[in-house]
């Protein structure tokens, strides 16, 4: 059975850091693309940050040089490390796993994110 079990989210305060993990099971890991991808109340879900099979990552703009996204191919995890929090980072984030070249695409339950003083 797959799972994608998001944790880490919460309250941050603005300037802050909160670190999330998805540990995932069920299929082979080390093969997929993890990427985090977050929606904010009345927004579309959008692509955060990924990171592919080889370790290239990928990060939208308004993430760039503050969040940083890696894996533990042993533990099954993906990880966003997330610095210098803003408001505008309020949203729930999703982890996925895309297997693109056999059309394989798994999405966990998301965590809620919330930075406000």
């Known amino acids: 059975q797959v799972q994608l079990v998001e944790s880490g989210g919460g309250l941050g305060q603005p300037g802050g850091s909160l670190r999330l993990s998805c540990a995932a099971s069920?299929?082979?890991?080390?093969?997929?693309?993890m990427t985090w991808y977050r929606q904010a109340p009345g927004k579309e879900r959008a692509l955060v940050a990924s990171?592919?099979?080889?370790?290239?990552?990928n990060y939208a703009e308004p993430v760039k040089g503050r969040f940083t996204i890696s894996r533990d191919n042993a533990k099954n995890t993906v990880y966003l490390q997330m610095n210098s929090l803003k408001s505008e980072d309020t949203a729930v984030y999703y982890c996925?796993?895309?297997?693109?070249?056999?059309?394989?695409?798994?999405w966990g339950q998301g965590t809620q994110v919330t930075v406000s003083s």
């Open positions: 990171i592919g099979n080889t370790g290239s990552t």
């Open positions: 069920g299929f082979t890991f080390s093969r997929y693309t």
């Open positions: 996925n796993a895309a297997w693109t070249s056999i059309n394989l695409v798994y």
